[in-house]
């Protein structure tokens, strides 16, 4: 893999974290879980890279429902020379009184709590790297449809940005 694929696999590592929560254990409320849940299944989708590696990635996320309102979910995306594989757990904690998500990718973990919309949940993950930049990746999950999508900005202000539209297969 060359090495401008690197903050590529990272901004989609993050992107994928975004909806994997891996929390504590607490019961849901019956609404929170028949949301996540609502999102189980297997998912399909694809986007366009925009920036010094410009191309199309494409991505598949498998989702299951698990033991005490957890929604667990494992996915792959390839792009030009790369592939990105994620697996992680989402959850709704009562004792936090919030949606959170947990995901690990290559060897690493990353949390990130989710915000209810009208229809779903969006989890938002920002992180900075002195080799990388700065990444902003945000996925949501609203209605019939799964969105990630991320945004890297590299120490010398060059910008990659995607988003990746999935639907249920």
């Not at 504590?24 to 189980?40: H, I, N, P, Y």
């Not at 309102?69 to 594989?85: D, E, I, M, P, T």
Request: charged residues 15%; glycine residues 12%; aromatic residues 8%.
């Amino acid at each position: 893999m060359t090495l401008a694929f690197r903050p590529l696999l990272l901004g989609l590592f993050l992107a994928a974290s975004a909806i994997l929560p891996g929390a504590s254990v607490a019961l849901a409320g019956d609404r929170e879980v028949a949301l996540l849940t609502s999102f189980a299944g297997s998912w399909r989708g694809k986007g366009d890279i925009a920036g010094d590696n410009p191309g199309t990635v494409v991505c598949r996320m498998n989702l299951k429902a698990g033991n005490a309102g957890k929604l667990s979910y494992n996915g792959r995306c390839s792009f030009g020379q790369g592939v990105a594989s994620f697996a992680g757990t989402m959850l709704y904690n009562d004792a936090t009184r919030r949606y959170e998500a947990v995901t690990t990718a290559r060897g690493q973990s990353a949390t990130s709590v989710g915000k209810p919309t009208a229809s779903g949940v969006t989890f938002t993950t920002s992180s900075t790297d002195e080799q990388v930049g700065k990444v902003t990746s945000t996925i949501a999950l609203s209605g019939d449809k799964i969105t990630l999508s991320f945004q890297m900005t590299d120490p010398s202000g060059e910008k990659t940005a995607s988003s990746i539209d999935f639907a249920r297969t």
